[in-house]
Each structure stands twice: as structure tokens, then as C-alpha cells.
């Protein structure tokens, strides 16, 4: 009988966390479809903002192309789409961490908030770098080298798809300290290792950038160089939040 009522308690506490993550995800999604459709009357404004640092370099007059039908729909669509997802980050994440947190011990409460904090900041931080002065520099650079008798004519649905690939790559590039950090608590790597590997990191940084940038010189350094800055501060960081030796794992 005592079997029997374990099971029954164990297949209870499944159903419970099953109903908890239904729950969660609900949350979540009406969360993000909430800001969506909050956007959506503004979806063709945001994409002239989005278009502003190409249209800066154009010559005067010159405007993006639309080659497919749907395109002028579609585009405007999908950046309210990635937009709405941006902005509700901080709520999907929130709705991830009330239902994992029952299961931590508290050192792992009290790293985690911080962790997830500066994991949304730096991705907003990239993608505010990325849109202020990576796009003006390499949009800049690719007017300058267009041959004579070249009309730059974009698609919109392609300049979307290129500026979201960069928005992605630096703001997922700035959480390199987060990630340091984490290697470092679960015990993978220590801060000496990773001061040791600096020169293999600066090299695999900037194969990294010149791989998920576009072909030119300036937005390689401009994703290199603060990567390699990043990658310092996560080596600090790390060796401030790693546990010193000897220390005694909390109770959860």
C-alpha cells in the first residue's frame, strides 16, 4: 500500500508541475501577444525608424524597394513580431524563473536573478550598439564602395532580414560575460584558465566576428573589440561570484 501511495504522490507532484508550466506558458505568450497587438497599429512607423540608418546614407530621394506583393505586409509584420519578443523578454524570462526557482538552493536564488538581470541588459545594450553606431558605420561603408552607375535599390523584406541577423549577433555577443560567469560557478572552467586562454579567445573572437558580420572591416571591429572588453569583464565578474574554496553548499 505504502508503494502504491508513493507512486500516487509522485504521479500528483508530475501534474503539478505540468499545470505549473501550462501556466506559465499561458502567461507568457498573452504577455507577448498583448505588447503584439499593442504594436501592430504602429508596425509600419517602427519599420521607418528600423530603415532610418540606411535611408541616412542614401542618396537624397533614394527609398527601400518592396520586389515582392506581400512584402510591404509581411515585413512590417514580422519586425512588430521580433519587437514584441524583445520587449516582453524580461516577462517570458520572469515566467522561466518562477517556475524553476522553487527547485533552487539559495546560493543559486541569489546568483540567478542577477545573472538574468544582466543577461536582459546586455542583449538590449547590443542591440542599442548595433542600431546606433554598427549600422550607421557599416551602411556608410557599403554606400562608399558601391561602383559608379550602381543604384543601391534594398528590398525591404531583405533589409529587415539583415538587420535582425545583426541585432541577434550583438546582442547574443554581449552575453559572453553572463556566460563566463556561468561556466565558471558550474565548475567547468576557473577565472586562471581563463586568463590563460585569453589569447586563443581574443583569436576565436575575431574569426567569430568576421564569420556573423557583414563583409567589411568596420563592423568586424566594431563586434571584436567590445567582445574582447566583454570577455575581461566576465573574467572579473566571474571571479567575484565564483564560491571560495571550502564553502558549504546552502540547503534548499
Not at 512584402?71 to 512590417?76: R, W
Request: glycine residues 6%.
Amino acid at each position: 500500500m505504502a508503494l502504491h501511495a508513493d507512486d500516487d504522490a509522485g504521479e500528483g507532484s508530475l501534474i503539478d508541475h505540468l499545470i505549473e508550466l501550462r501556466m506559465r506558458l499561458m502567461r507568457g505568450l498573452a504577455g507577448t501577444g498583448l505588447v503584439l497587438l499593442c504594436l501592430l497599429p504602429f508596425a509600419n512607423k517602427l519599420y521607418g525608424m528600423l530603415a532610418q540608418p540606411l535611408l541616412d546614407k542614401l542618396p537624397a530621394g533614394s527609398n527601400l524597394i518592396a520586389i515582392e506583393v506581400a512584402s510591404p505586409f509581411f515585413a512590417p509584420l514580422k519586425l512588430v513580431f521580433f519587437t514584441a519578443l524583445v520587449v516582453t523578454m524580461p516577462w517570458l524570462l520572469y515566467q522561466a524563473w518562477a517556475f524553476v526557482a522553487p527547485g533552487l538552493y539559495k546560493r543559486e536564488k541569489r546568483l540567478a536573478l542577477p545573472l538574468l538581470a544582466s543577461a536582459v541588459a546586455l542583449f538590449y545594450i547590443g542591440c542599442a550598439f548595433a542600431f546606433f553606431f554598427v549600422l550607421p558605420s557599416v551602411f556608410k561603408f557599403l554606400t562608399m564602395v558601391t561602383p559608379d552607375g550602381v543604384a543601391m535599390m534594398t528590398d525591404i523584406n531583405a533589409y529587415l532580414n539583415f538587420v535582425l541577423v545583426i541585432f541577434l549577433a550583438f546582442g547574443m555577443s554581449f552575453e559572453l560575460p553572463v556566460a563566463l560567469v556561468i561556466l565558471v560557478l558550474l565548475g567547468w572552467v576557473t577565472t586562471d584558465q581563463l586568463r590563460e586562454a585569453r589569447g586563443y579567445a581574443v583569436v576565436g573572437v575575431f574569426v567569430l566576428a568576421a564569420v556573423i558580420t557583414p563583409p567589411d572591416v568596420v563592423s568586424q571591429l566594431m563586434l571584436a573589440i567590445p567582445m574582447c572588453l566583454l570577455y575581461e569583464a566576465g573574467i572579473i565578474a566571474a571571479r567575484l561570484l565564483a564560491p571560495r574554496p571550502g564553502a558549504v553548499r546552502d540547503e534548499a
